[in-house]
């Protein structure tokens, strides 16, 4: 999946701010199909089901049967067309979900070979908070970070400076 490009930093800290807000004694859906991060909360004690990769614009339905504590969506939202639906379908009543920001000296992301693995929302950071608040959601905690490469250029050099990461801890009352 990664090809010597594992994101060793995005899951430390994605674990970390996991670990700050949910317990091992709470069940998680993982909004997108098993990944290594799904093998990282698991090895740390997290009990989870992921959905089996259906098209989360249209198809909600494992998402609606849920009976899970907690909804975790890590870099999912950005690749949906209507990320507002999947929103007001979550049951649960606490979500951790986190997503790239939007670069201004990048473009979005698209892969030229996957369809799936593009991006048709890079939000920034208030964005991504009215579209949680408009869906019902109350953000309680959030955190950015930076992803810098090893690279050489201006764009490497600004992502030094520049947040790439952004994650919520937010909750709904029913």
């Known amino acids: 999946m990664y090809e010597n490009n594992f994101p060793n930093k995005r899951y430390k800290h994605t674990l970390a701010f996991l670990q700050k807000h949910i317990d091992t004694s709470e069940t998680i859906l993982d909004l997108g199909v098993e990944n290594p991060f799904s093998e990282i909360m698991k090895s740390n004690g997290y009990s989870i089901t992921n959905t ?41 009543d606490k979500l951790v979900a986190s997503i790239p920001m939007r670069l201004w000296f990048a473009p979005a992301y698209r892969s030229k070979t996957d369809p799936w693995d593009r991006h048709y929302h890079e939000f920034e950071d208030w964005q991504f908070d009215w579209l949680l608040e408009k869906a019902g959601w109350t953000i309680k905690d959030s955190s950015k970070w930076t ?7 201006l764009r490497p050099i600004l992502r030094y400076f520049t947040n790439r990461y952004y994650i919520v801890y937010a909750e709904r009352e029913h």
């Open 52 to 92: 089996a990769g259906e098209d989360l614009d249209v198809d909600f339905e494992s998402i609606v049967k849920s009976n899970a504590d907690v909804v975790t969506a890590f870099e999912i939202f950005e690749h949906l067309i209507a990320p507002f639906n999947v929103l007001k379908e979550i049951k649960a």
């Open 147 to 153: 992803n810098p490469s090893k690279k050489i250029g």
